[in-house]
C-alpha cells in the first residue's frame, strides 16, 4: 500500500498567533494543499467541529482528516 501524507494547516494559518494567516479562508488552506499532493489535512481553528459539517468540504476538495490539533489555546478550555 502506498504512503499518503497529510499536512498541518499551520502553513497556511496558526492556531495560537490568530494575526497570522488570519485572513487566509479555509478554502484557500484546502485548495493548496491538495494541489500540493496532500491526501489529508489535520483539523486547525477555521475547520467546522461538527462530522456532518466537514465531511464534505473535505471531500470538496479531495481530502482525509487526518488528525486533531489543539494549540495552546487548549489550556484555557480544560
Excluded at 498541518?8 to 494543499?33: K, R
Excluded at 490539533?69 to 480544560?78: K, T, V
Aim: glycine share 12%.
Amino acid at each position: 500500500m502506498p504512503a499518503r501524507i497529510g499536512v498541518n494547516p499551520i502553513g497556511w494559518t496558526n492556531d495560537d498567533l490568530h494575526e497570522l494567516g488570519g485572513d487566509t479562508p479555509l478554502e484557500v488552506c484546502l485548495d493548496e494543499a491538495r494541489q500540493a499532493g496532500y491526501a489529508g489535512i489535520e483539523l486547525g481553528r477555521k475547520f467546522p467541529r461538527q462530522a456532518a459539517e466537514l465531511r464534505p468540504i473535505l471531500a470538496r476538495h479531495g481530502l482525509a482528516l487526518v488528525s486533531g490539533w489543539y494549540g495552546a489555546e487548549l489550556r484555557h478550555r480544560s
